[in-house]
């Protein structure tokens, strides 16, 4: 029981829920490809469900190490926001950039 609550206590494993949550929301944006074009080039001719698989582990991943790093969140509050900032802020920089590419059409 220690171990799991020394888990859940753990400021990585919070900013990696955030992260998670963000990730999830992420799922309805068409725009949004996450790190699935470079898995179907570093793992060619695999299943979608493979390629989604990976993405949904990987792309939290990047965000909890990186928001933990930056942002330095000390407690559950400031981990979970740290998370989910990471990856809001990801989602709306690749729509910005979408939408820019869209216009100059």
Known sequence: ME???????NKYFQTWIGA?????LSLH???FKGTIPFIKK???SRSETFYF????????????????????????????FSGLSWS??????LKRESNSKGSKK
């Open 3 to 9: 171990i799991v609550m020394s888990i859940i206590g």
């Open 20 to 24: 998670m949550c963000a990730h999830l």
């Open 29 to 31: 944006s068409d725009d």
């Open 42 to 44: 570093f793992f060619p």
């Open 53 to 80: 698989r990976v993405d949904f582990a990987i792309l939290p991943i990047i965000g909890a190490l990186l928001a933990t790093i930056l942002l330095e969140p000390a407690t559950l509050r400031t981990s979970i």
């Open 88 to 93: 809001v802020s990801l989602i709306a920089m």
